[in-house]
Each structure stands twice: as C-alpha cells, then as structure tokens.
Antibody, heavy 122, light 105 residues
Framework: QVTLEESGPTVVKPTQTVTLNCTIS??????????VGWIRQPPGKALEWLAL???????RFRPDLEGRLAITKDPSKDQILLTVTNADPADTGTYYC??????????????WGQGTPVTVSS | IQMTQSPSSLSASVGDRVTITCRAS??????LNWYQQKPGKAAKLLIFGAINLQSGVPSRFSGSGSGTEFTLTISSLQPEDFATYYCQQSYNMWTFGQGTKVEVK
C-alpha cells in the first residue's frame, strides 16, 4: 500500500528557510520510473505544483520559484525533502507530497499525503 | 502552459448532468488529468490521459478531449460529488487549472 506523509514546521518567519519532509512507504525511489512531487495550496486558492524528483535524481522545478526551491531524497530513509528559501507570507499554505505515476509519456499524481500546513508570519 | 477552467463555480442538484471545461494555452495532446478535492483533504485522481478512469472511481465520471480543449462530465451528480475539481497538464512539467467548485443548488 502506497502512503506518503508530510512533516515540517507549522510557523516560520519571513526570510527564513522552510524544510519539509515527505516519508514514503509502499514504493521506493530507488526503483526505475518512480517520482515524488511537492504541490502546495494557499488558503482558499488552487493547487500549485512546485517541484519533483525522480528515482535517478533528475529534478524539475516550477519556473517562477526555481531559484528558491531545492529537492533532495534520502532513499535509505525513504524521505524526500523540499526546501524553500527566503520565506514570504505568499508561501503560506498546505504543502502536499504526491507519488508520480508515469505511463509512457503521460504522468499523474495518483497517491497524495494528507498535507502539512505552513504559515509564514512575523 | 496555462490551464483555464470554466466555469469557476456552478450550482447543481443531485441527479444533474455536470460538465466542466478545461482549456490549455497550447496543445497538450492527451496529457490531461482531472482531480477532485474536498475541503481539508488532499486531491484525488479521477481521470488520467484525458479519458482513462482511475481505478475505483465511479463510472459516472468521464473525460474527453485532446489538443487544447477538454471536458470532465459527471453523468448523474451524487451527494458525495459536491467538491472542487481541477484539471492538470503533464505535457510540460505540471500545471493545474484554477479549479471549479460544484455547489448545491
């Protein structure tokens, strides 16, 4: 059974760095084809894809945030970390990690964590 | 790639046929997915590859379209279907639409 669980600080101050953790089970990021992405949702707003990491350490980032985002994986701990630098109140929202399923050239997020809330406020 | 959904919200009754449209700013072939989200919950995959029903999703949900215009249809709205629906392209990285909220009429 595939599960993902996010964890991290609930409140951070502006300009600080936010580090969020996604712990996975039921699949491994050492397996060819696997990927995990991060998606966030500001309060009352739409979903926004942020970043993705593949089993081979290939990475993709949302273009307008690329300079502030980092994504890494620790397969030995089944963890994927997302780092957002220079936090701003606009980064407030619920952050989800999700499993990326790839079928040919098509891909979709088929399993999601429950989400972790982050508030950026002084 | 920008994804635009219409309408942004709609009011419907149980048993109604509901249609939501998603337009892409450029052709995305059939690389279009649909998700359902209820308040306080993570999104749930409904349709992938424009027309393919995810396992376990009721057959009253269907998807159509290719290129730049796509449709999600709920053939007979059920009480548990009141939620927000998002389209998402996977042609070039991943982008979500702004969402369509389906409310009780």
């Amino acid at each position: 059974q595939v599960t993902l669980e996010e964890s991290g600080p609930t409140v951070v101050k502006p300009t600080q760095t936010v580090t969020l953790n996604c712990t996975i089970s039921g699949f491994s990021l050492t397996t060819s084809g696997e990927g995990v992405g991060w998606i966030r949702q500001p309060p009352g707003k739409a979903l926004e894809w942020l970043a993705l990491i593949y089993w081979d350490d290939d990475k993709r980032f949302r273009p307008d945030l690329e300079g502030r985002l980092a994504i890494t994986k620790d397969p030995s701990k089944d963890q994927i970390l997302l780092t957002v630098t220079n936090a701003d109140p606009a980064d407030t929202g619920t952050y989800y990690c999700a499993h990326l399923q790839t079928v040919g050239w098509s891909s979709y997020f088929d399993y999601w964590g429950q989400g972790t809330p982050v508030t950026v406020s002084s | 790639i920008q994804m635009t959904q219409s309408p942004s919200s709609l009011s419907a009754s149980v048993g109604d046929r509901v249609t939501i449209t998603c337009r892409a700013s450029q052709s995305i072939s059939s690389y279009l997915n649909w998700y359902q989200q209820k308040p306080g919950k993570a999104a749930k995959l409904l349709i992938f590859g424009a027309i393919n029903l995810q396992s376990g999703v009721p057959s009253r949900f269907s998807g159509s379209g290719s290129g730049t215009e796509f449709t999600l249809t709920i053939s007979s709205l059920q009480p548990e279907d009141f939620a927000t629906y998002y389209c998402q392209q996977s042609y070039n990285m991943w982008t979500f639409g702004q969402g369509t909220k389906v409310e009780v009429k």
